[in-house]
């Protein structure tokens, strides 16, 4: 009798911690695009290589309205060879991105992971590659209170 009660309770063990484990995943895949979006752009800051790129055009789509309105930074450059165009969506630092980005338009840096070299970035949260003639931009990024010791990304 007490194997099968071991058993009974090994098996409702294993039963929450599936159940555990399933909530903890729907919950990952819920986040939406700008929650997935934060933490790779600051690992590609974190761990990427620097490189010159080209800012070729930058646009303001509106989706549903003024307020939906997504921003797009299109660029180019290249990583041994190989000539990569792409388009970073900046929406979501509208609160670092102040005044006229067309005036971003020209050379940048660009961060990208060197084992993905596709994976690049032009602004974050914590770094900038956009120039202008009066130099870095955006002027706020400095600006930005501290990241708190204990906050995660």
Sequence with gaps: MLADG???FGATVIAAAA??????????????????????????????RT???TIVDIQQI???????????IFYEYSVRGVNYSTAQHISAL???????LSRC???AHVKYRAGNPCDSIVICEEWSGLLSPSGLLPERLSALPPKSPGATT
């Design 6 to 8: 071991g058993l009974a």
């Design 19 to 48: 159940l555990v484990l399933g909530m903890y995943w729907l919950w990952r895949r819920r986040r939406d695009p700008a929650e997935r979006e934060r933490p790779r752009r600051l690992r590609v800051n974190e761990t990427g």
């Design 51 to 53: 490189t010159d790129g």
């Design 62 to 72: 509106d989706r549903d309205g003024p307020s939906s309105a997504a921003k797009l």
């Design 94 to 100: 509208d609160e670092i991105m102040a005044g006229d």
């Design 105 to 107: 338009l020209g050379s």
